[in-house]
């Protein structure tokens, strides 16, 4: 079946911090990959996507790249900041007939301490 | 545009009370879900629905009823409510399943 693995946390850097959060997928055919963030007490809000490979998303100074190759799709941000703190969730999204799901990962609890 | 909205945002059930979430969305969105949210599992499906009239389960249905009568209503009843379904409940919407997804405030539901 579809899976998405993400790097566990808590991550916890510095302000101004570079950031990776791992993220690898197991899926049959050819998915679109999304970054999701949660920012405490709300809900999940799409942060960046990707709907093919070597497609980069990016939004907000944070990118990812759709790395079929290696069926990844890591978070990266060159300098972090408090704002920032949040949990990120990958997901991974099928159009196959009978099959079409978001599928999420556990979720990283990110933290920047000024 | 409202987005997607969820009530009650907190409620406290006692053993065996029933309920119902409600969700709502202005985006004529076709596909709707449930997904309960514990810690460190993520976010799991519970339902979803890809138009009015059509609804099917997702990995953890048991202990939930929807239904969809209309496109811009998806609700979510629990039976008998068990200390076990003390979560956070997010409804979400999208044009296709597999697009993005646009979620509620969430509902923080707790079972005494």
């Known amino acids: 079946g579809n899976s998405v693995t993400q790097m566990e946390g808590p991550v916890t850097l510095s302000e101004e911090a570079f950031l990776t959060i791992n993220c690898t997928y197991t899926?049959?055919?050819?998915?679109?990959l999304f970054w999701y963030v949660q920012y405490p007490g709300e809900g999940l809000q799409l942060l960046l996507k990707?709907?093919?490979?070597?497609d980069k998303g990016s939004n907000k100074g944070f990118e990812a790249t759709y790395r079929k190759e290696t069926t990844s799709f890591h978070l990266e941000k060159g300098s972090v900041q408090v704002s920032d703190s949040a949990v990120y969730f990958c997901a991974l999204g099928l159009s196959n007939f009978g099959n079409e799901k978001l599928t999420f990962g556990t979720g990283t609890r990110l933290t920047i301490i000024p | 545009n409202a987005g997607v909205t969820q009530t009650p945002k907190f409620q406290v059930l006692k053993t065996g009370q029933s309920m119902t979430l409600q969700c709502a969305q202005d985006m004529n969105h076709e596909y709707m879900s449930w997904y309960r949210q514990d810690p460190g599992m993520g976010l799991r499906l519970i339902h979803y629905s890809v138009g009015a009239g059509i609804t099917d389960q997702g990995e953890v249905p048991n202990g939930y009823n929807v239904s969809r009568s209309t496109t811009e209503d998806f609700p979510l009843r629990l039976l008998s409510a068990a200390p076990s379904q003390t979560s956070v409940y997010f409804c979400a919407s999208s044009s296709f399943p597999a697009d993005t997804q646009y979620f509620g405030p969430g509902t923080r539901l707790t079972v005494l």
């Open positions: 990707a709907t093919k490979a070597d």
């Open positions: 899926a049959t055919g050819y998915p679109s």
